[in-house]
Every structure is written in C-alpha cells, then in structure tokens.
C-alpha cells in the first residue's frame, strides 16, 4: 500500500482534562470524559514521500515550515520505530468546520495521523492500543479515537500503556451540542501552557483531582441511565471548576470573552423557560451547549437573535476515525 486516508473527529470534553503527571508522555493528572462530535472532522492522506528524504505536510493546503513539522515527524517516529519501515512520508490534512470558524482541532487531527500512520506502517494497533499513541500528539486526541461518550482512563505511574480510551456509550439517542462561535483566532494562550500555569500558581488546583474523581463516578451511570438533565448539570459544573481554577492562577488569567458570558446567559434563560440545556467551554472563547439533538434547532433560535447563524453549529455525536480511501 502507498497511500491511506482517515477522517476522525473531535470530542468536546464533558469532564475535562486539565493537567499532566508526565509532560512527555501527555500522561493526565486525572481521567476525562467526551462526547465526539460529527460535525467536526480532519481527513488526514499519508503515503510514502518519492519526492524528498524528509517528511512533508500540507495543512488545509499550506505547506509548513520545518519546525511546525518537527513534531509531526517526531509523532511519526513512533510508528516507524515500531514498525522499523524507517520511510519519510508526506502528510497532507484537511480540516472540515461547517463555517469558516475555528475549532480547527489537535485531537482530530491526531487521531487521524494515529490512525492513518498504523495502517501505512502496517502496525495493525486496536483502537484502544491507538489512543495511547495519538495522546502523545496531544492529550485530547486521545478520546477521539472513540465514537460516543468516552472515557480517557488516567492510567498507572508512567506506565504509557495504561492511560487509554475506551467508549461507555454509543451516545445513539437523543442527544447533541451546539457550537457557538465567539472567536476564530487562535487561541492566546494554548492548552499546553494554561495547563502548566495552572498546576504551578492555582491554589485551587489541589481540589482538583478529588472533584474530577467524583463527577466522573456520577456521570458515568446518568449516561448509562440517559438521564439527560444529570449529565448537563455534571458537565457545566465541571466546566465552571476548571475555568474557576484558572482564573485563580497567578497571574490570573481567562479564556472567556465578553460574548462567552452572554451565551452562558442565553442557556441559563433557557433554561428558566423549560428548556434543558447545559454548557460547556475549553481552552478558548467558544461555547457549546449540550442539548437534546430534537431540541438544538428551537435552541438555535434563541442564539440567533444575539449571533448570527454562520456562528451557530448544530452537530449531533461522531464515531470513531475510519478509512476514506
Ligand atoms: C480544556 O489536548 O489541547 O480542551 O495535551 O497539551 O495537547 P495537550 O492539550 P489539549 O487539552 C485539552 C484541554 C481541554 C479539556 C479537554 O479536552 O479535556
């Protein structure tokens, strides 16, 4: 075989991931749960590189530089070690976000490299074998190795192996998220250094182990029971934790913007007129709102008359990565 392409989505995580034990092995301080979206994808080709002896990569058709590829090639090291099929390869990716929005995603995105480089290198890795190699392009990338509501097991010490993903739920029912867009610019400050900032000055990081621990142990069954309200209450508070974490990080800091809180408002009012819905946010502006899939059009309604429509993504769950071509 000379070429291959995967499509894998995102996930937005419900209890997050926010700190790691291991920087180089992206191991986590504590286990996370997601729910992998459809409407967010990267489509990632990978074939053997006849034009030059090092790797190459295009990315939503531009070439990078040597740096930005350095930890791509680096990823892929992983698998021709495993392999020993010691080939430079030539990447190309493309990431697919309904609008011209952001949300462009590292966990995608390395979901499909992961699953695009076992089947080029011929490392024939399960799923759950392949998600402790795309957490070591970025954590996240982790979960969408999995369709549904997954689980990012924290793992043992520095034992590589033990922190995976494993899907609880196909999240076949009544459930979705809408994605509302505040900003598309790239993010000030990334995951990797807000993560970091965090655990070093946050007084409040301490807590955070135990509160993740238990919101884990009581969203798990309100899936399994698709006790709608349950999980979208878990979910928000979760997300509140985290962002009060961080906004007591020394210098403090955010990733809301004045437009995050009016969405947080829009979903709150919702709410107080019978409607359930529940938000979360991540390392950035953007909110998604977690809702009944048979409910996000009427939801979207409401945004509209704050945002415009091209800023509002209905999407309902993802699967796991598979073969284009
Ligand atoms: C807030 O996976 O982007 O979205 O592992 O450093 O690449 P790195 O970070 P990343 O962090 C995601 C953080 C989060 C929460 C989550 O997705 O669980």
């Given at each position: 075989?000379?070429?291959?392409?995967?499509?894998?989505y995102?996930?937005?995580?419900?209890?997050?991931?926010?700190?790691?034990?291991?920087?180089?092995?992206?191991?986590?301080?504590?286990?996370?749960?997601?729910?992998?979206?459809?409407?967010?994808?990267?489509?990632?080709?990978?074939?053997?590189?006849?034009?030059?002896?090092?790797?190459?990569?295009?990315?939503?058709?531009?070439?990078?530089?040597?740096n930005?590829?350095?930890?791509?090639?680096?990823?892929?090291?992983?698998?021709?070690?495993?392999?020993?099929?010691?080939?430079?390869?030539?990447?190309k990716?493309?990431?697919?976000?309904?609008?011209?929005?952001?949300?462009?995603?590292?966990?995608?995105?390395?979901?499909?490299?992961?699953?695009?480089?076992?089947?080029?290198?011929?490392?024939?890795?399960?799923?759950?074998?392949?998600?402790?190699?795309?957490?070591?392009?970025?954590?996240?990338?982790?979960?969408?190795?999995?369709?549904?509501?997954?689980?990012?097991?924290?793992?043992?010490?520095?034992?590589?192996?033990?922190?995976?993903?494993?899907?609880?739920?196909e999240?076949?029912?009544?459930?979705?998220?809408?994605?509302?867009?505040?900003?598309?610019?790239?993010?000030?400050?990334?995951?990797?250094?807000?993560?970091?900032?965090?655990?070093?000055?946050?007084p409040?990081?301490?807590?955070?182990?135990?509160?993740?621990?238990?919101?884990?142990?009581?969203?798990?069954?309100?899936?399994?029971?698709?006790?709608?309200?349950?999980?979208?209450?878990?979910?928000?508070?979760?997300?509140?934790?985290?962002?009060?974490?961080?906004?007591?990080?020394?210098p403090?800091?955010?990733?809301?913007?004045?437009?995050?809180?009016?969405?947080?408002?829009?979903?709150?009012?919702?709410?107080?007129?019978?409607?359930?819905?529940?938000?979360?946010?991540?390392?950035?502006?953007?909110?998604?709102?977690?809702?009944?899939?048979?409910?996000?059009?009427?939801?979207?309604?409401?945004?509209?008359?704050?945002?415009?429509?091209?800023?509002?993504?209905?999407?309902?769950?993802?699967?796991?990565?598979?073969?284009?071509?």
């Open positions: 075989m000379d070429t291959t392409t995967y499509r894998a995102t996930n937005i995580a419900l209890i997050k991931y926010w700190g790691k034990r291991n920087k180089e092995l992206f191991l986590p301080v504590t286990s996370s749960l997601s729910l992998t979206l459809n409407e967010f994808y990267t489509e990632t080709t990978l074939e053997w590189n006849t034009q030059s002896n090092e790797d190459t990569f295009t990315l939503d058709g531009q070439i990078l530089d040597i930005a590829i350095e930890k791509v090639s680096r990823f892929i090291n992983m698998f021709r070690d495993l392999s020993g099929i010691h080939r430079p390869v030539h990447v990716s493309t990431n697919h976000v309904p609008t011209a929005a952001g949300l462009a995603s590292s966990a995608s995105a390395f979901a499909a490299l992961a699953s695009a480089c076992n089947d080029l290198f011929g490392t024939n890795l399960s799923n759950k074998e392949l998600s402790t190699y795309a957490r070591r392009g970025s954590g996240s990338a982790t979960r969408s190795l999995f369709g549904g509501f997954t689980v990012w097991h924290k793992g043992i010490g520095d034992e590589s192996d033990s922190s995976y993903a494993e899907m609880i739920d999240a076949d029912w009544d459930i979705g998220m809408l994605v509302v867009m505040i900003n598309k610019e790239q993010k000030k400050i990334s995951s990797r250094v807000g993560m970091e900032h965090t655990i070093k000055t946050s409040f990081y301490k807590l955070w182990p135990e509160t993740v621990a238990e919101d884990l142990e009581a969203i798990i069954p309100a899936i399994e029971n698709r006790d709608f309200p349950t999980i979208g209450q878990i979910a928000e508070h979760n997300a509140m934790k985290m962002h009060a974490t961080i906004i007591a990080a020394d403090s800091m955010t990733y809301w913007e004045p437009e995050s809180l009016t969405a947080m408002n829009i979903v709150r009012d919702l709410r107080e007129a019978g409607i359930p819905c529940y938000f979360t946010m991540d390392a950035g502006p953007n909110v998604k709102v977690l809702c009944r899939l048979s409910q996000a059009e009427e939801i979207k309604k409401a945004f509209e008359k704050h945002f415009s429509s091209d800023r509002l993504v209905i999407s309902g769950p993802g699967k796991g990565p598979h073969k284009i071509s």
